[in-house]
C-alpha cells in the first residue's frame, strides 16, 4: 500500500518555474515507478513524465521535453518534477502515480495509487 500527496503547485507567470513534489508514504516505494500525469478542464488525463523504482530511467512526453526534469529521492520517499519555462498550456492539475513493475508507464489505468492533486496554473 503507497499514499501520495502531491504539493508545489501555484501560480505562475508564463517563463517561470515550479517544483512539484510528491511525497509517498509506506514502506515498499522504492519498488514503484512514479508517473505524473495532468489532466485540463476538458481534455483527458495525460502522461508528462515517468521514472523508474530506481531512479535510473526516465521518460518525458514530447511535450515538456527538455523543459521538465523528474527525480527521485526514495531515503526520503519522494518524486521531484521540476518544471521551467512554463507556458499556459501547462496549466493543469498535475498528479503522481505509483505503478508496480511490468506496467505500461505510459497508461494512466495501469498505475495502482494516485494522489489527490495539485493545480499548476501557468498565465500568460
Known amino acids: 500500500q503507497v499514499q501520495l500527496a502531491e504539493s508545489g503547485g501555484g501560480l505562475v507567470q508564463a517563463g517561470g518555474s515550479l517544483r512539484l513534489s510528491c511525497a509517498a508514504s509506506?514502506?515498499?516505494?522504492?519498488?514503484?515507478?512514479i508517473g505524473w500525469f495532468r489532466q485540463a478542464p476538458g481534455k483527458e488525463r495525460e502522461f508528462v513524465a515517468v521514472i523508474s523504482a530506481s531512479g535510473g530511467n526516465t521518460d518525458y512526453a514530447d511535450s515538456v521535453k527538455g523543459r521538465f526534469t523528474i527525480s527521485r529521492d526514495n531515503a526520503k520517499n519522494t518524486v521531484y518534477l521540476q518544471m521551467i519555462s512554463l507556458k499556459p498550456e501547462d496549466t493543469a492539475v498535475y498528479y503522481c502515480?505509483?505503478?508496480?513493475?511490468?506496467?505500461?508507464?505510459?497508461?494512466?489505468?495501469?498505475?495502482?495509487?494516485w494522489g489527490q492533486g495539485t493545480q499548476v496554473t501557468v498565465s500568460s
Open positions: 502515480a505509483a505503478a508496480p513493475h511490468g506496467r505500461n508507464w505510459y497508461d494512466y489505468s495501469d498505475y495502482d495509487y
Open positions: 509506506g514502506r515498499t516505494f522504492s519498488r514503484y515507478a
